[in-house]
């Protein structure tokens, strides 16, 4: 479903000016699944981590999501 090409594909929109928001659900970024983005402070730096669905599309903020999926919000406060 992911690999290494989405995220150097995302890099480079982001070099481009892309704007990403946290708590938007992006339909149109792996297709026919939702992503989530959600602040994180990481190495003293705040950062929008991506969160991904698990098989069936639900994203790890819903709670019917599979709950290794949910491992990705650990670390996350929330705002």
Excluded: A, H, W
Aim: charged share 30%; with cysteine; glycine share 8%.
């Amino acid at each position: 479903m992911y690999g290494f090409g989405f995220f150097m594909l995302k890099i480079e929109e982001i070099k481009s000016g892309k704007k990403f928001e946290q708590g938007i659900e992006y339909m149109n970024i792996i297709e026919g699944y939702p992503i989530i983005m959600k602040y994180f402070v990481e190495m003293n730096r705040e950062v929008l981590r991506v969160l991904l669905p698990d098989e069936r599309g639900i994203l790890p903020t819903r709670p019917e999501c599979d709950e290794c999926y949910k491992t990705q919000l650990d670390g996350i406060e929330e705002s």
